[in-house]
């Protein structure tokens, strides 16, 4: 080997190892390891036993559960409420989000309770208290049923449960950056001859997008899955307002349990395509902060 072969080699930087930082702290494998563990025990592990329990029916069945009529409409009002029920809290979640951490006002500890109130309430609880508010008889539902407006036993009662269930997400996501967001910022904006309305379109909104993102994603999942506080005010009429959940359970009473499994890996399909659609367009926005 010649000194200029022997220099060169000791100049070039060291390789490291590929999907590895380095770190204040060892352990690397360890973490991974647990980390590995826990993830498969906890979620990978469930999911296959779905999947492998709805293929025990054969190629054709499986198509005549996942894809019947009634399977379709429940695929369509649980996952079209959680969407709307979650661009709703996206946009009263940041509102709320707002009062929180920019105003001071009487009752203000009372109202940061109130959000966290979904959390803690049994979601049975939250149906019924819906149910009793807007039920045609109720005492928000006896308003509205003289204007034409029943918002209990069809998909509006569901999109009010999962708008209900899920603000939380969003404005407990938000809630942080606002507050890590300097005034000075705003107020720049301002000297530089920004009105009100441009400083919230170009200043504000996109430091929020991430989080708004993120918040938007944990509502629409919480309301993809929810089920306790969805049947007592929805009707759970087969084709009108029968949520896939409930369709699931049904299938359980009845010891199909393939064919639950079936319509619960329809769901978990449709649900990771939209949340790594979510995610990815999360990622895209922070390429630009």
Do not use: C, H
């Amino acid at each position: 080997m010649t000194a200029d072969t022997a220099a060169t080699r000791a100049s070039a930087p060291s390789r490291r190892p590929l999907f590895r930082r380095r770190s204040a702290i060892p352990g690397f494998g360890l973490t991974m390891g647990i980390t590995l563990s826990v993830l498969s025990l906890i979620v990978l592990i469930p999911l296959s036993a779905v999947a492998i329990k709805a293929a025990e029916l054969s190629p054709s069945e499986f198509w005549a559960v996942a894809f019947s009529e009634r399977a379709v409409a429940a695929y369509r009002l649980t996952f079209g409420a959680a969407f709307v029920a979650a661009v709703v809290n996206g946009v009263f979640g940041v509102l709320t989000a707002w009062v929180l951490v920019r105003y001071e006002f009487p009752g203000k500890t009372l109202v940061n309770a109130l959000v966290d109130l979904p959390f803690a309430l049994p979601t049975a609880v939250a149906g019924i208290a819906l149910a009793t508010l807007y039920a045609p008889s109720g005492w928000v539902g006896q308003f509205l049923t003289p204007l034409g407006i029943k918002a209990a036993y069809n998909p509006a009662g569901v999109v009010i449960a999962l708008t209900f269930i899920g603000l939380p997400f969003v404005v407990r996501t938000i809630e942080p950056v606002l507050r890590d967001a300097a005034d000075d910022v705003e107020e720049a904006a301002a000297s530089l001859g920004a009105n009100r309305i441009d400083t919230i379109v170009r200043v504000i909104l996109p430091a929020l997008a991430p989080a708004w993102l993120t918040g938007f994603a944990l509502a629409f999942a919480r309301g993809v899955g929810e089920y306790g506080s969805v049947i007592f005010i929805a009707g759970n009429m087969p084709y009108k307002s029968e949520i896939a959940p409930l369709l699931i359970i049904i299938q359980l009473e009845q010891f199909e349990y393939a064919r639950a499994a079936t319509i619960a890996v329809v769901m978990l399909a449709v649900s990771f395509t939209m949340l790594l659609v979510i995610n990815a367009i999360q990622a895209w926005s922070r390429r630009f902060d």
